[in-house]
């Protein structure tokens, strides 16, 4: 069966600081990752996803994440947070062999301080 | 950019009332999903749809539901005798190949008193 974590409910930067969303996943074949981002009243954005390929991924907004097979981690990164990246997170995993339901984690809440 | 799009946005009823949440996929698509997010709860998946038939579906998708693509652009949704526990955002996605990236749309807020 596939899962994944997301450490931390809600996670708070200051403005321009580092972020970093925390996301490990369980997968008994190789697995296709993602985040997703969903902002106020709005549906889920993909921002990015590993299919892969390389293993650092670049997706919208700045935002990057790697996979870590040893460690069973994809977190997302951001150098400098912005006001507008304050949303919910979601990281999402699918296992390959084309089976297509995607389970998500439980979602991360990001606040950016001014 | 296309998109999914989802009606209606809100939708309240009674318990026991049949409902019907409506989806147009991207499309070009051909893959099509639902899933639902109890409230302060993760998003689940639901069913997926291929070909005018169920593909995958989850354990969640007992007889009470049932999906339909009644032409060529809409995606519905029906849920028959709704319960209190229905109550959830529904969202609807499409992806052009199984393996490729579901696109979501903004979700339907059902509330079931």
């Known amino acids: 069966a596939q899962s994944v974590t997301q450490l931390g409910s809600h996670v708070s930067v200051s403005e321009g600081a580092l972020v970093l969303l925390r996301c490990n996943y369980s997968?008994?074949?190789?697995?296709?990752l993602f985040w997703y981002v969903q902002y106020p009243n709005q549906g889920l954005q993909l921002l990015l996803k590993y299919t892969s390929a390389a293993t650092l991924v670049k997706g919208i907004n700045g935002f990057e994440a790697e996979f870590k097979k040893s460690e069973t981690s994809f977190h997302l990164t951001k150098p400098s947070a912005h006001m507008s990246d304050a949303a919910e997170y979601f990281c999402a995993v699918r296992v390959s062999g084309g089976y297509q339901k995607v389970t998500f984690g439980t979602g991360t809440k990001l606040q950016v301080i001014p | 950019e296309p998109e999914v799009t989802q009606t209606p946005s809100h939708q309240v009823t009674q318990m026991g009332q049949e409902v019907i949440l409506r989806c147009v996929p991207i499309?070009?698509?051909?893959?099509f999903y639902w899933y639902r997010q109890i409230l302060g709860q993760k998003v689940e998946f639901l069913v997926s749809?291929?070909?005018?038939?169920?593909?995958?579906k989850s354990e969640i998708f007992d007889d009470q539901f049932s999906v339909e693509r009644p032409d060529g652009s809409n995606f519905t949704l029906k849920i028959r005798s709704t319960k209190l526990e229905d109550s959830a955002m529904y969202f609807c996605?499409?992806?052009?190949?199984?393996?490729?990236?579901?696109?979501f749309g903004p979700g339907t807020r059902l509330l079931v008193l």
């Open positions: 499309s070009n698509h051909l893959y």
């Open positions: 749809f291929y070909n005018n038939e169920i593909s995958e």
């Open positions: 997968s008994s074949v190789p697995p296709y």
């Open positions: 996605a499409s992806s052009q190949t199984a393996q490729e990236t579901q696109y």
